[in-house]
């Protein structure tokens, strides 16, 4: 069965940083990219960054330069450590595990809130 279990979200002032934690099962890790995915109310579902297998990194524009997504694969974890972060970053924020090209298992969910 896979899991992806997230953890570090929470409330935070604007400008402050907040680091996600994602620990995934070891097959599903290990073979597929991994990423961050956000919802805002009213919002769709939005990447905002993704990692794969060899390291290669895409972010959503609105968060380069603030956000930076890395991979442990000694601990089956992805990381999403957000800097300089707005109101607007508000929002549940999902770890997912890829199947090729297509994000396939998803975490609950972890909310992160940024005030003003």
């Known amino acids: 069965q896979v899991q992806l279990v997230e953890s570090g979200g929470g409330l935070v002032q604007a400008g402050g940083s907040l680091r996600l934690s994602c620990a995934a099962s070891?097959?599903?890790?290990?073979?597929?990219?991994m990423g961050w995915y956000r919802q805002a109310p009213g919002k769709q579902r939005e990447l905002v960054a993704a990692i794969s297998t060899r390291g290669s990194i895409n972010y959503q524009d609105s968060v380069k330069g603030r956000f930076t997504i890395s991979r442990d694969n000694a601990k089956n974890t992805v990381y999403l450590q957000m800097n300089s972060l707005k109101p607007e970053d508000t929002a549940v924020y999902y770890c997912?595990?890829?199947?090729?090209?297509?994000?396939?298992?998803w975490g609950q969910g972890t909310q992160v809130t940024v005030s003003s």
């Open positions: 997912v595990a890829y199947r090729g090209a297509t994000p396939r298992y």
């Open positions: 070891g097959s599903i890790f290990r073979d597929n990219a």
